[in-house]
């Protein structure tokens, strides 16, 4: 059952031609039509069909019957052929016929041994055993009635049954055809009368009007045969007859004609014999040259080409049909041995045909198959299979060999398809069902067993609504509907797998209509659209959910808002935004990874704490909290709780212990915002303020927050259109040596010269870019420039301190910060060593390790490094030791007070003596009174910059101070 079904959905998927099935009628007639004793069909006719069937590409299937029975099958369409029929008046009215005889044949009397019949007459009386429905028995009763012979008929199934009648003493006499008479007569010790009836001429029958191309093909065949004494038609008869068939007519025939033509008209019969004589056989040369020239035409018009090799190498050609021509080439090439046989072969299949011929001749075959590649003459290359014939000798060896050669591309490569069908309709993720007419399932593929649990014995039979979880609402009325209206549904279907689980599936149905128009065949494609379903249902949650943390994201909480505000059922809500207190440092230092388990563990705890109120994450590290009908009392004991269990320490997945911290802001309705909108905003701003001040802990809004919020945007926005419009430069300060007063340096500070408002100083907008992540950006400007102005006044031939650049914390953890940086030397040309860039101790102090990569790469492209606003930090010396850097800069806040404040001389004197200890330089900012400089001095300070000696200048009033 499974090959069939595979053989269907192969058919269904694949666009070859099937092969015709013909249905053949098979009764008891040995040697013309029989069973063998392995109970196969056998016989004259069945040969003779069996290889028109193999030309024809027919598939064949034989039905036994009775004679009878046979007849009125074929007459009804039930059988294709019946094979092994003469014509009569009767039979033509319901039976059409083919043109060409495939038999001649006539009827004789056979006896028992003790009774002498020697003709017509000696019958009378007797027991005469006749085949059911057979011309026997319709031309008999004729026959002896003219005579005026009668007889007792016995009407049987079959000869063989009619010669047991005969022989176990029910009939005197049986009436057969002579070629199961004279091959069974002794088996059944039965003897040949001289009496003769009804030569008759043997065909194929099929029902009037039913099978006109079967008749037709079996024409074309016979033709082309019985042209040929060579060929396979008089193979067969010498097989079923033992000897090739020749004209001649039996000697005890001519015996009894003879006497008869004597005895009663010796010269007139003679006269008349020859005139007949010479009419018949011209009219048979006529009828054999029309036959001769339908065979040809047949040939020419068959797609088979015939062949007749001699066993040779190369395999020259003794025969060849001039429908070679097809091919190119033309029957005299091969006959006049221009051109062999293997010559046409494909390279790449010559050997291995060569050897399949060699073993098959070894093997004493007769006959065998092979599917090969030919080359036409225009050099292309068709597949042919070949079904070869092979003649030998009484002693076996070959006398000929003669092939049929067919073009079976098309075949081949509805193959392929047909095999590359089943590989998809296996490996298909679709489930693919297959019904028959009445909606039995005949096929399911592996999709299907996968899909739906069941097997497919399971399967195999059962109605296709097998899978229908939805019987109160079944769509199969509305399905078939358009079945049968339009041949295709697709829609969703509701079904159920083998362990009960319902399931939404895509079905796609199409019905296949047979070649007379009927209902074959139904195929339905479905999809699980189980998982589709949970996608959507994912998706749409995270809509409005956070990925990480599922928790509601910043368009639910606004969704929330606006529910809230417009709910007469809450007289006052607060909104807590909770932002973490060095998370960043957390998330730079572990990976990202670390800090996602921190971000959960938060929201974990924060839901714990909040239970029953809205909790949101906005992004990033920051959280919302809805807390509704409290007061600001109640609100900021809220904040605290949040903080303080914030605060407590986190534990990492790698055991290492961290704290972090929370800083909120809160905002209130109706006090202040009264859209959700303004309440995000007022809320955001708070905890801005929040952190600002000093991080963990919280402020409520007020009016100022706002108007602070707006002034840090209108910056930005002013600071990124200096940036493009080029209202920012540099200016230097000077830093002198102090055992010398020579200028040995300049720090490059950045300034903003505003077109309306002037120059705006460094602590209104320095904050701003930093905050807004624009410290980037304008480091980058400032290191460009001045090194653009550095190589200016070198080649103005001005001798160019080394100049100091800042470089932001940014900045020093950008991936690609030493790249940016060769980029500008290359770029501006200015000398490596005249560079020196400062870093703040906070700023190295952060991923330690890392910076310590950073900053050796940085000093292998050759400049020098320092470290600026040393002292406020909190430097690790061990780390301090590792930095590769040249300078050491002693903060301004340390400068200011040397005079008066006695720790600040202690700190500075450390600073000094640390430095000098590990053989760095040390340089001292915001010199601005001779007291400072000369405890500087007294204490082995190196260097100096302030404005004791000089205010940052622009680079034409420093270029005239280096100058002078």
């Known amino acids: 059952m499974r090959r069939l079904a595979w053989a269907l959905a192969l058919s269904l998927l694949a666009t070859a031609v099937s092969a015709r099935e013909v249905t053949v009628g098979l009764y008891e007639n040995d040697p013309k039509v029989f069973r063998d004793e392995a109970g196969q069909p056998a016989g004259i006719f069945v040969d003779l069909i069996e290889r028109i069937a193999v030309a024809e590409g027919w598939t064949l299937s034989f039905e036994d019957c009775a004679w009878g029975d046979c007849l009125d099958r074929a007459a009804q369409g039930q059988i294709d052929l019946m094979p092994d029929v003469a014509i ?52 008999i009763e004729v026959l002896l009635d003219e005579f005026g012979v009668d007889f007792e008929p016995l009407v049987v199934e079959d000869f063989h049954a009619a010669f047991a009648a005969v022989a176990d003493g029910r009939a005197d006499v049986a009436v057969v055809n002579h070629l199961f008479g004279s091959r069974y007569h002794d088996e059944y010790a039965l003897e040949r009368t001289p009496v003769v009836m009804e030569p008759a001429r043997l065909f194929f029958a099929t029902g009037e009007g039913r099978n006109p191309e079967l008749l037709a093909a079996i024409d074309r065949h016979l033709s082309s045969w019985q042209a040929d004494g060579d060929s396979v038609y008089f193979d067969i008869l010498e097989r079923w007859l033992g000897e090739r068939p020749r004209v001649l007519v039996p000697g005890w025939v001519a015996w009894l004609v003879g006497v008869g033509g004597a005895l009663l008209f010796l010269a007139l019969g003679v006269a008349f014999w020859l005139r007949r004589t010479v009419v018949n056989r011209g009219r ?112 076996g060896q070959v006398e000929r060999i003669e092939g049929v050669v067919t073009d079976i591309t098309e ?161 006052a809500l607060g909104l807590l935004l909770i932002d973490l207190d060095r998370f960043r440092d957390v998330n730079d230092s572990y990976g990202h990874h670390v800090g996602d388990t921190l971000l959960r563990q938060a929201a974990q705890r924060l839901e714990s704490l909040l239970e029953g109120r809205c909790l949101a994450r906005l992004g990033g590290d920051e959280f919302a909290v809805l807390a509704e009908n409290l007061g600001r009392t109640d609100l900021a004991g809220l904040a605290e709780t949040i903080i303080e269990v914030l605060s407590r320490p986190w534990r990492l997945d790698n055991g ?187 700023a190295l102090m952060h991923q330690q390790e890392r910076s310590v990569r950073v900053l050796r790469a940085l000093r292998r492209l050759g400049l020098h490094l320092a470290i600026d606003d040393f002292g406020t930090g909190y430097s690790s010396l061990a780390y301090l030791r590792q930095f590769p850097i040249d300078v050491l800069k002693i903060d301004k806040r340390f400068v200011d007070d040397l005079a008066e404040n006695n720790d600040d001389r202690e700190i500075a004197g450390a600073i000094l003596a640390m430095g000098h200890a590990l053989r760095l330089s040390v340089i001292a900012e915001g010199v601005e009174t001779e007291a400072q400089l000369a405890f500087l001095r007294a204490n082995g300070c190196d260097t100096y910059q302030g404005y004791l000696f000089s205010p940052p200048l622009p680079p034409a009033a420093f270029a005239r101070l280096l100058a002078e």
């Open 656 to 842: 290492t212990e961290v704290r972090l911290g929370a800083s909120i802001g809160i905002t209130c309705y109706p006090d202040f915002g009264r859209s959700p909108e303004a309440l995000l905003q007022q809320a955001d701003a708070s905890v801005y303020r929040a952190k600002a001040e000093g991080r963990g802990g919280f402020r409520f809004f007020d009016d100022s927050l706002t108007a602070s919020a707006r002034h840090r945007i209108e910056m930005e926005t002013r600071l990124r259109r200096a940036i493009e419009a080029g209202e920012l430069e540099l200016h230097y300060q000077p830093q002198v040596e102090i055992a010398s007063g020579r200028i040995i340096g300049a720090e490059a500070l950045v300034r903003w010269r505003d077109g309306e408002r002037g120059l705006v100083p460094p602590d209104a907008f320095i904050p701003v870019a930093e905050q807004t992540g624009m410290i980037g950006l304008l480091g980058e400007w400032v290191l460009r420039e001045a090194c653009r102005q550095g190589r200016e006044w070198r080649d103005a031939g001005l001798a160019v301190p080394r100049l100091a650049v800042n470089l932001s914390a940014r900045q020093l953890h950008d991936e690609s910060l030493v790249e940016r940086v060769r980029a500008v030397l290359d770029e501006t040309g200015y000398p490596p060593d005249r560079l020196e860039l400062e870093l703040t101790e906070s």
């Open 411 to 571: 075949q081949r490569e509805g193959e392929r398809r047909q095999r590359e069908a089943a590989a998809v309709l296996e490996n298909t993720l679709e489930g693919v069902i297959i019904t028959d007419a009445d909606e039995r399932i005949v096929m399911v593929n592996r999709a299907f067993q996968s899909l739906t649990g069941y097997t497919e014995d399971e399967v195999l039979g059962q109605p296709v609504t097998l899978l229908d979880a939805e019987h109160a609402t079944s769509p199969w009325s509305t399905i078939r509907t358009a079945l049968a209206t339009s041949g295709h549904w697709q829609g969703e279907l509701t079904s159920r797998r083998k362990n009960g689980e319902i399931f939404p599936e895509l079905r796609a149905i199409s019905r296949v209509v047979g070649p007379a128009g009927e209902d074959d065949h139904v195929v339905h494609l479905f999809t699980d659209m189980s998982r589709l379903r949970a996608t959507e249902a994912r998706l749409d949650f995270l809509a409005r959910h956070d990925a990480l943390t599922d928790l509601p994201n910043r368009a639910l909480l606004l969704s929330h808002l606006h529910e809230r505000v417009a709910s007469a059922d809450v007289a």
């Open 88 to 139: 009569s008046e009767a039979r033509e009215a319901r039976l059409d016929f083919h043109a060409l005889p495939a038999l001649h044949s006539w009827s004789q009397v056979y006896r028992r041994p003790d009774l002498q019949v020697r003709s017509i007459l000696d019958l009378d009386n007797r027991r005469i055993a006749l085949l059911e429905g057979s011309i026997q028995q319709s031309r």
């Open 284 to 395: 048979r040369l006529a009828e054999t040259r029309r036959e001769l020239e339908t065979a040809y035409e047949v040939i020419e018009a068959s797609p088979v080409v015939l062949f007749r090799w001699r066993l040779a190498p190369g395999w020259p050609v003794a025969f060849v049909s001039g429908n070679v021509s097809r091919w190119g080439y033309t029957a005299e090439e091969f006959l006049e041995g221009r051109r062999h046989f293997a010559d046409i072969v494909h390279p790449d299949d010559l050997a291995r045909i060569s050897a399949e011929v060699e073993e098959r001749l070894a093997a004493g075959a007769t006959a065998y198959r092979q599917e090969y590649r030919i080359l036409h003459a225009d050099g292309t290359s068709r597949w042919v299979g070949d079904l070869t014939h092979v003649f030998r000798d009484e002693h």
